[in-house]
């Protein structure tokens, strides 16, 4: 059975590994061969126990990903049709889930009860500004379980597709969202119901009570949204900056209701059941005749699970812990003791089962990870301690001293098991570890688990006058642990980054580990070790000398690309800010870096002010020690003022890396003195050369700019590869430059959608006539140019496709 479940995980996440859906002769084909091999499975009899487990994983395997494939054919069912993306649609529906408030307006999901004239996903994702886009409106306050009528624009599922970032489409997908938009200003808005009744409406109703509840009392507290999320599992009100300390120091598992806090309150609630229920034997009830305690008590701590992990909104941590529980409150109930890893293994089935796509998430590899590794480096070898250590001829109650001190050596124990253990895992989902993990963990665990969760809970149901009190203790307990925390996320090796490993390698990693970590005895553990040398000492890829690679990342409508050569790189651009929180920088650029393990950058072109330009300059420069900075911005600005070394760019400037040349060819030096002169005219242009092979970085620069290059140094514009000037606007790539660069191919750098429609139509036309291969990061994501005696150029979306791409 337990092999039939891992293979039913596994067969799963295969699927969601594949760039189509089988088709439905093939799923017919499959179904027939699971039954012929459970049935030959039933027929092995007392064949060797290796065939049958392996039976069992390959049926199991084939059934998880029939199941994963059924499953992903009836979520991309629903579609809003091409026609009516970007139009004007009245809807009817109500609000789903925890709205969440920034700076612009408010996020929330709508499911659609009615649409005038069209037909639209059952479930779709809105966004509604205020004084943002064409609104001019203040939004309405929102609450969960309200029916409101709304005019909106929609789009079909489409996200940013860049490698080791966050996949957008994917997530809409597991979340039965098949359409984004926003909610247009119109006269017709209007509120239709205060609460539809529903256990879903319900629930968000409670959970956005209790985070109301909080917030008031605790008005203005910089760590309230941690106080939050420990209490209704909702993280959003978490800021950047304190999530960067959490993960730095390895405790952001801790910043929700994790499965430790779960089942510390089913616990509590259980063992008060169990308690009042065996006292009820000395009243008239006796229920203890009637129904033993310990069944009641493992009713009241499922129920109590269940109840805490539907406010924390089902996330993967909490509902491994919740099937477990349910797991062991079923054979109490049914006298059919388990073992704890049939136990475990169950619950990783449930998961998937009822969540197929919660394998394409670090948290469940993670969650699932951390339990199989406790399970395999403890059970049963710390009663064999003890046993060691106590003589069988002394059954002497032991004192709270030595209870203490033994309790303190399983922590330390499952500690050490647990931060040895996930090494290899984390290295292969981040491509870094947290040093201080250890340490952090040691006070942070205790402190958040056993003091601060229960007084958020208890402040959070409490009357006001008594909550405020409570929570605020609880706040202090949380801002005295940041202060801290931050210490160490400041230390300089607080986070060992290498590359993310090859999957072979994390194997490899990954079964030393298990024998560093196998029972007392076991020859030569220390060996394990050595398979980690591989590991955390791989150095980042990188092209040979005279030859470079650029990255042309998808971000959007903006500009960022990365470009290496041998022993150096540069960051051209650093793409839009989406909100005061989030940019280029920190949701694309960084999780790159780090997942190809560049800790530095020798420098960063800056082309000009705009902000889908220089958007994401200061969470680079906070994320990655950066050399130098080269822009057209004055002295003044914010990204001049943070950066360690600042120069303005001009024609003529020149350098050479590794055998390969740079060359700035715009704007002249004079140009600083007119400070009338738009941004986008005194963008930096730029020009590389490796290998016999050219590219030319033109930025935002418009026809005006592209006369005078074509005037002063049209021979210098010669290059393979353009980035089409100001995103292929109406303005730019006029028929003259375009014969003067002469490129083979294009990169037009633009927004799914955007609302300046680059690249213009007769501009995209214009490169197509000259024959000239044209690639766009909106449909193609990023793409990857290899530059040398040969140029090659590959996508993203070409080299990772995914079932759910373009549907």
């Not at 599992?233 to 390895?250: L, S």
């Not at 570890?433 to 250890?438: A, I």
Request: aromatic share 10%; with cysteine; proline share 6%.
């Amino acid at each position: 059975m337990r092999m039939a479940l891992i293979g039913f995980a596994l067969g799963a996440a295969g699927l969601q590994m594949q760039a189509s859906l089988p088709s439905l002769a093939l799923m017919a084909a499959m179904a027939c061969a699971v039954a012929a091999l459970l049935l030959a499975r039933r027929l092995m009899g007392r064949c060797h126990a290796v065939i049958r487990a392996g039976a069992a994983c390959l049926g199991g395997a084939a059934l998880g990903f029939l199941w994963a494939a059924w499953l992903a054919y009836r979520a991309l069912a629903p579609q809003l049709a091409f026609e009516d993306e970007g139009r004007d649609i009245k809807l009817v529906g109500i609000v789903d889930n925890l709205p969440y408030r920034f700076t612009q307006g408010v996020r929330f999901n709508f499911a659609v009860e009615s649409a005038e004239g069209t037909a639209v996903p059952p479930r779709i994702a809105l966004s509604w500004y205020a004084g943002y886009r064409d609104q001019l409106a203040e939004v309405p306050a929102l609450l969960p379980g309200e029916r409101w009528q709304l005019t909106v624009r929609l789009q079909r599922p489409h996200g940013n597709a860049n490698p080791y970032c966050f996949d957008y489409e994917a997530w809409l997908l597991e979340q039965g969202l098949r359409a984004t938009g926003y909610v247009r200003l119109a006269r017709d808005n209007r509120r239709l119901d205060s609460f539809v009744p529903g256990v879903g409406n319900l629930l968000e109703r409670s959970r956005t009570a209790l985070r109301e509840r909080i917030l008031t009392a605790l008005p203005g507290k910089p760590y309230a949204g941690v106080i939050v999320a420990l209490v209704i599992g909702e993280q959003r009100g978490i800021d950047q900056a304190d999530w960067q300390v959490f993960n730095r120091t390895g405790i952001g598992h801790l910043i929700s209701i994790s499965g430790l806090h779960i089942t510390m309150v089913a616990g509590l609630f259980a063992l008060l059941a169990f308690n009042l229920w065996r006292c009820s034997f000395f009243t008239r009830a006796q229920l203890p005749l009637r129904l033993p305690a310990q069944k009641v008590a493992a009713l009241v701590g499922a129920v109590a699970a269940l109840l805490y992990v539907a406010l924390a909104g089902f996330g993967v941590p909490a509902q491994r812990t919740l099937y477990m529980l349910m797991v062991v409150a079923a054979a109490l109930w049914l006298h059919r003791l388990t073992s704890i890893s049939h136990v475990l293994c169950t619950a990783l089935g449930v998961v998937v089962l009822i969540d197929p796509w919660a394998v394409l998430w670090p948290g469940f590899w993670l969650s699932f990870g951390a339990v199989a590794i406790i399970l395999y480096a403890t059970l049963g070898r710390t009663a064999q301690r003890a046993a060691r250590r106590t003589p069988r001829r002394v059954p002497l109650p032991l004192s709270w001293r030595t209870r203490l001190w033994r309790s303190l050596q399983v922590g330390a124990q499952t500690q050490y098991a647990v931060t040895l253990g996930l090494i290899p895992l984390t290295m292969l989902l981040f491509g870094q570890v947290s040093v201080v993990s250890p340490l952090a963990n040691a006070v942070a665990i205790p402190l958040i688990s056993l003091i601060v969760t229960p007084l958020a809970l208890a402040g959070s149901m409490l009357p006001m006058a008594l909550a405020a009190p409570v929570l605020g203790v609880a706040h202090w307990l949380v801002e005295m642990l940041a202060a801290s925390l931050q210490w160490f996320s400041a230390l300089r090796h607080a986070v060992w980054a290498a590359p993310v490993p090859p999957f072979w390698l994390f194997c490899w990693t990954m079964f030393g580990t298990l024998w560093l970590l196998a029972p007392r005895g076991w020859p030569a553990r220390w060996l394990g070790l050595a398979t980690w040398i591989a590991l955390l000492a791989a150095e980042p890829s990188h092209p040979q000398p005279g030859r470079m690679t650029v990255t042309a990342f998808d971000v959007g409508q903006g500009m960022a690309l990365l470009i290496e050569t041998s022993h150096h790189r540069l960051l051209y651009d650093s793409g839009p800010a989406y909100s005061p929180e989030s940019n280029a920088g920190n949701r694309i650029i960084l999780p790159y870096l780090r997942g190809r393990g560049i800790g530095a950058l020798d420098g960063l072109i800056i082309s000009h002010s705009d902000a889908d330009h220089s958007g994401g300059a200061l969470s680079v420069l906070d994320g990655v020690r950066t050399g130098w900075v080269l822009s057209s911005l004055w002295p003044q600005h914010a990204i001049a003022r943070a950066a360690r070394q600042h120069v303005q760019c001009a024609a003529g400037q020149r350098w050479t890396w590794d055998g390969v040349h740079f060359e700035i060819l715009h704007p002249l030096p004079a140009s600083y003195a007119n400070a009338a002169l738009k941004p986008n005219a005194r963008g930096c242009t730029l020009k590389i050369t490796a290998g016999g092979k050219s590219m030319l970085l033109a930025g935002d620069i418009e026809a005006e700019q592209e006369a005078q290059l074509l005037a002063r140094a049209a021979a210098q514009l010669r290059a393979d590869v353009l980035l089409a000037p100001h995103h292929g606007s109406g303005t730019s790539s006029t028929p003259g430059f375009l014969l003067a660069v002469q490129a083979q191919a294009a990169i037009f750098q633009v927004g799914h959608r955007n609302r300046y429609r680059h690249p213009k139509q007769e501009v995209y036309d214009r490169y197509g006539a000259m024959r000239i291969q044209r690639y766009r990061t909106d449909q193609q994501g990023a793409l990857t140019l290899e530059f040398g005696d040969t140029l090659a150029i590959s996508s993203y979306r070409a080299r990772h496709p995914r079932y759910w791409q373009a549907r």
